[in-house]
């Protein structure tokens, strides 16, 4: 994609550049000009730090003999958020699967 972004920028135009290399002419465009898409859907409730130590943790537990299932970890994401007086986004107030 750098080259066909180079091409553009010394002088080739977006819709034969964009045809040579068969590329979409507006994410050409998006991509000469820099443009960062935002992020779509809802902004996630826990910050990617906070999922890191919740993985190391239910990790640990595991290995120590204490697996959770699925819904105990919903359960348990639900109680942190409580706990941590977060607006609380999830249908029922706990998380999907995901």
Not at 40 to 58: A, K, N, Q, Y
Not at 68 to 91: G, K, S
Request: charged share 30%.
């Amino acid at each position: 994609m750098k080259r066909v972004v180079e091409e553009v920028r010394g002088g080739g135009s977006y819709k034969a550049v964009a045809n040579r290399y068969g590329i979409n002419r507006t994410t050409l465009m998006t991509h000469v000009k820099g443009m960062k898409c935002k992020k779509i859907g809802r902004p996630t409730v826990l910050i990617m730090r906070e999922e890191e130590i919740l993985v190391h943790t239910l990790v640990t537990l595991g290995e120590w003999g204490y697996g959770f299932d699925r819904l105990q970890l919903q359960r348990c994401v639900q109680d942190y958020v409580r706990r941590m007086d977060r607006p609380n986004p999830f249908h029922n107030g706990m998380p999907g699967p995901d």
